[in-house]
C-alpha cells in the first residue's frame, strides 16, 4: 500500500535512497510553505507595528482607504500633471549592525509587500509561491531522474550486439528527464505565467508604499523640509521602494530556498554518501562562507563608494543648473563644467575598480568548488577501484555536487546585494523615523472660527538653543482688525506669522484664536481658516490658471479669473500669448517678482480665508501698482483679521494697530498717530518715529537706531550709528 502510493505520487521505486531524497523534497517544499504561511499571518496579522519602530501610518494602506479631501473637480483638476521620474541617488548612512535592525528591514519588506486585504492580489501572491516551488521542484528532480536512468543500465540493460537495450520504463524515464531539463532550463511558460502573476502584485506594492511614504513626508513639519536636501527625498523613496521590492522577492524565492537546498544536500551527501564526503561539504562551506563574508564586505565598499561619489556629483550638476542665474551672474560656466567633470571621472575610475575587484574576487570561489570536486571525486574514484561502489554513482556524485554549486553561489551572491539594498532602507527608515515637531493633540477638534478674535499670551519662541525667536509676544487683536507689524530685519516680524499659522508651536504661552488655543486643535483647521501672501511666493512649476487655483482645486475658471482681476493681475495675463496657461517655469521664475506676489495675493482672494498675514506682500511692486492693490486687499481683507508684516511704513500706517518688533521683543505699540505723538512727546525717542523720520525724508539724529526701511538701509545706518539699549516695555 505504502509502496503503491510512493510509486503512484513520486514515480519511483520504493529504493531506500530515492525514498529519503523524495522524503527530503516533500520536507523542504512543506517547510517551505510553513514558513510563507507563518510570515504571511505575523506580517498581515498579529506582527505589533511597534516592533518596526516607524509610525503606524506607514502600515495602513492608502490604496485601500483613499484619505478624504476637500478637493473637487475644479479648473485645475484636469491639468494636475503625471510625472515620470526615474532619477535614482543614493547617499551612505552607516548601517546599523546585528541581528534586530537587519529582522527590522526584512520584517518592513515583507510586510510592505504583501498585498493585506486585496484578496486578488492575494491569491496572485500564492500562485507565484507556488510556481515557484514548482520550478524548485523541477531543479532538484532532474538529478534525481537522471540518476534513476544511470541505475537503469545498471540493473535492467541487456545488451544485444553491443548495443543496449531500454525497457519501455526506461524510456520513460528518459522522456521525463529531457522534459524536466527543458523546464529547468529554457522554459519561457513558466516565466511568463510568473512575471504576469507578479507584475499586479509588484505594481500594487510599488503605489501603496510610494503614496504611504509621499503622505509620511507631507506630514512632516516645517522643520524637517527646512533641514532636508531639497531633490533628496524623492529619489531616495523610490530607490527604496525598489529595493523594498528586491529584498522580499530575493528572500523569499532565493535565499530560502538556497539555503535549504544546501542543507539537504549535505544531509545527502552525510548519510547517504557517508561522513567522508559530507565532512568535505561542510568544510568547504564553511571556507566558502568565510571568503564570501570578506568578499561581500569589500564589494560592499566599493559599491557604496560608486554610489556615494555618483550621487555628489549629479547633486552637484542638478545644485548649478538649479541656480543658473548665480552662475551667470558670476561667469562660471567653465567652472562647474570642470567640477561635474572631476565628479565623472571619479565615478568612472571607481566604476572600473568594482568591476577589477569583482572579477577577481570571483576566482577563489571557482577554485574552492574545484577543489571540492576534485576532492570528492577522488574519494568515489577510490571506492570505485576497491569494488565498494557501482561505477555509476560516480556520475550521480559529480551530479549532486554540482547541484549544490547553484545555490551556494546564489546565496553568496544575493546575501552581497541585500546588503547594499539594507543600506537604501537605512536612508528611507531615517525619513520614517523623522516625527513631525509640529504634532496634533490626540484627538484634536477643529478650530471653530467665528469671528477671528486673536490674543497672543506671553507667547515665547525659539528656534533652537543657539537661535533667538520670539520673547513674552502678547497683545489682544479684535476681530476685522489689521494689524501692522514692523521693525528691522530678522527682528522676528515674520516668526510671529508662522506661529499663527502652526509651522511651529511657541515654546511657551498661548495663541488664541476665537479663545480657543490653537496648539490644541488641528493644524489643519488653523491653516484652513488662515490665508498667507509669503514674503516670495513660491510657484509651481505649472500654468498660471493651476497656480492661482492651487489656493481652491475645487474652483472654477470664473473664480479663479475674478480672484486675478481682484490681484490686478488679469490684464497682464490676458497679454501673454498663452494667458491662463502660460507656464511659470520653475518657482515662477519665468515671471516678474511683482506677478509672482500678485498671483499670490489673487490665492488669497480665492481662498477666502477668516484671517490674513500678508508678510511684505507687497513689497515687490511700484508703488502706482501697489496702491492698486492695496485697494484690492482692502476690499479683501474688510471685516477680516489681518496682520500687514512691512518695511515701507506707507502700508501700516493706517493700521489699527501697530507693533513694532526688535530682538523678538515688542518695543512699541500704538497706531501711527499714537506713536508718532508719543516721539514728539519723549523728544523724538521711540523706534517708529525714527524709521518714519528716515523713510518720510527728514534727517536722522546722530544716534538713530538701527532699524531702516530696508535691510541696505539697516547696514548703512548701523555701520554709521552707535545702537541704543531697548526700553522694555511692560507687556499690557
Ligand atoms: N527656520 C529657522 N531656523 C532657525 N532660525 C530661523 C529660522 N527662520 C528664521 N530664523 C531666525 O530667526 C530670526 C527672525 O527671523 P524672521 O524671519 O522672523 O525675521 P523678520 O523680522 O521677518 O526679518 P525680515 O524683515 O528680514 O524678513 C532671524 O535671526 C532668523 O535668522
Known amino acids: ?163 543496449p537495450i531500454l525497457s519501455k520504463f526506461d524510456m520513460a524515464s528518459i522522456v521525463s528527464y529531457v522534459v524536466y531539463d527543458y523546464l529547468q532550463r529554457y522554459s519561457n511558460v513558466l516565466t511568463a505565467i510568473t512575471a504576469v502573476v507578479d507584475t499586479p502584485v509588484d505594481d500594487y506594492a510599488r503605489t501603496s508604499m510610494t503614496l504611504r511614504f509621499f503622505q509620511h513626508v507631507h506630514g512632516l513639519s516645517m522643520e524637517y523640509h527646512l533641514n532636508a536636501k531639497s531633490g533628496e527625498t524623492m529619489p531616495v523613496l523610490r530607490s527604496a521602494e525598489s529595493s523594498v521590492i528586491y529584498i522580499t522577492d530575493m528572500l523569499m524565492y532565493q535565499i530560502l530556498p538556497s539555503i535549504l537546498d544546501v542543507i539537504l544536500s549535505l544531509v545527502y551527501f552525510w548519510f547517504a554518501w557517508g561522513w567522508k564526503y559530507g565532512l568535505v561539504m561542510v568544510v568547504n562551506l564553511v571556507i566558502y562562507m568565510i571568503i564570501n563574508h570578506f568578499v561581500s564586505k569589500r564589494r560592499i565598499k566599493t559599491w557604496n563608494d560608486c554610489s556615494d561619489i555618483s550621487y555628489k556629483a549629479s547633486s552637484r550638476a542638478t545644485d548649478s543648473l538649479q541656480n543658473f542665474e548665480t552662475v551667470k551672474h558670476f561667469t562660471n560656466e567653465a567652472f562647474e563644467v570642470d567640477r561635474y567633470r572631476a565628479g565623472l571621472a571619479g565615478y568612472s575610475k571607481t566604476n572600473l575598480r568594482s568591476t577589477v575587484e569583482d572579477s577577481l574576487l570571483a576566482m577563489p570561489r571557482g577554485l574552492l568548488w574545484s577543489w571540492n570536486l576534485f576532492i570528492g571525486c577522488a574519494f568515489c574514484a577510490t571506492e570505485i577501484a576497491q569494488g565498494n ?43 520614517l523615523e523623522a516625527e513631525p515637531t509640529v504634532k496634533d493633540i490626540p484627538n484634536a477638534p477643529s478650530l471653530i472660527t467665528k469671528k477671528g478674535n486673536i490674543e497672543f499670551e506671553d507667547v515665547c519662541f525659539q528656534y533652537s538653543s543657539d537661535k533667538k525667536g520670539l520673547s513674552n509676544i502678547s497683545f489682544k487683536v479684535p476681530q476685522g482688525s489689521t494689524v501692522g507689524i514692523v521693525g528691522p530685519t530678522g527682528s522676528g516680524k515674520s516668526t510671529l506669522l508662522k506661529l499663527m499659522f502652526r509651522l511651529w508651536d511657541p515654546t511657551s504661552g498661548r495663541i488664541l484664536i476665537d479663545g480657543q488655543d490653537i496648539s490644541k486643535v488641528t493644524q489643519i483647521s488653523v491653516r484652513e481658516q488662515i490665508g498667507v501672501v509669503p514674503q516670495d511666493t513660491a510657484l509651481l512649476d505649472e500654468s498660471i490658471l493651476y497656480n492661482i487655483g492651487y489656493a481652491r482645486p475645487s474652483a472654477t475658471r470664473v473664480e479663479i479669473e475674478d480672484a486675478a ?84 511704513l506707507s502700508t501700516v500706517m493706517h493700521a489699527d494697530l501697530i507693533l513694532c518688533i526688535k530682538d523678538g521683543r515688542i518695543v512699541e505699540r500704538g497706531t501711527h498717530e499714537e506713536l508718532i505723538q508719543k516721539a514728539a512727546e519723549s523728544d523724538g525717542e521711540g523706534e517708529y518715529y525714527k524709521m518714519w523720520k528716515i523713510q518720510s525724508g527728514e534727517s536722522v539724529s546722530s544716534n538713530a537706531s538701527t532699524v531702516g526701511d530696508d535691510e541696505l538701509g539697516s547696514t548703512v545706518q548701523a555701520m554709521t550709528s552707535v545702537p541704543e539699549p531697548c526700553p522694555s516695555l511692560k507687556e499690557p
Open 565 to 648: 482681476k481682484a490681484a490686478q493681475i488679469h490684464e497682464n495675463i490676458m497679454t501673454f500669448e498663452q494667458g491662463y496657461n502660460t507656464s511659470v517655469g520653475e518657482r515662477g521664475a519665468k515671471l516678474s517678482g511683482g506677478e509672482r506676489q500678485r498671483i499670490g495675493i489673487a490665492r488669497v482672494v480665492l481662498k477666502q480665508p477668516s484671517i490674513i498675514l500678508l508678510d511684505e506682500a507687497t513689497s515687490a511692486l511700484d508703488s502706482a501698482t501697489e496702491s492698486d492693490i492695496q485697494k484690492a486687499l482692502n476690499a479683501v481683507t474688510e471685516n477680516r483679521t489681518t496682520f500687514v508684516v512691512a518695511h515701507r
Open 1 to 163: 500500500m505504502v509502496d503503491n502510493l510512493w510509486k503512484f505520487s513520486f514515480g519511483v521505486t520504493g529504493d531506500v535512497l530515492e525514498r529519503m531524497l523524495v522524503g527530503s523534497l516533500v520536507l523542504r517544499f512543506g517547510h517551505l510553505c510553513v514558513m510563507a504561511l507563518l510570515s504571511v499571518i505575523i506580517l498581515s496579522e498579529i506582527l505589533d507595528p511597534s516592533v518596526l519602530q516607524i509610525p503606524a501610518s506607514i502600515l495602513m494602506d492608502p490604496l485601500a482607504s483613499p484619505p478624504k479631501t476637500n478637493t473637487g473637480l475644479g479648473a485645475i483638476a484636469s491639468e494636475i500633471p503625471i510625472v515620470a521620474d526615474d532619477e535614482k541617488d543614493s547617499t551612505n548612512i552607516p548601517q546599523q549592525q546585528g541581528f534586530k535592525p537587519i529582522l527590522r528591514k526584512v520584517v518592513f519588506s515583507l510586510r510592505m509587500t504583501y498585498p493585506s486585504g486585496k484578496r486578488w492580489l492575494e491569491i496572485l501572491y500564492f500562485v507565484k509561491f507556488g510556481i515557484m516551488i514548482l520550478g524548485r521542484a523541477i531543479v532538484f528532480y532532474t538529478p534525481m531522474q537522471t540518476e534513476r536512468i544511470i541505475r537503469a543500465f545498471g540493473h535492467t540493460g541487456q545488451v544485444a550486439g553491443g548495443t
Open 389 to 431: 561502489r557501482d561505477p555509476s554513482s560516480f556520475m550521480t556524485f559529480v551530479l549532486h555536487t554540482k547541484q549544490l554549486e547553484n545555490p551556494v553561489d546564489t546565496f553568496g551572491w544575493v546575501f552581497s546585494s541585500i546588503k547594499r539594498e539594507f543600506n537604501c532602507i537605512e536612508q528611507l527608515f531615517a525619513i
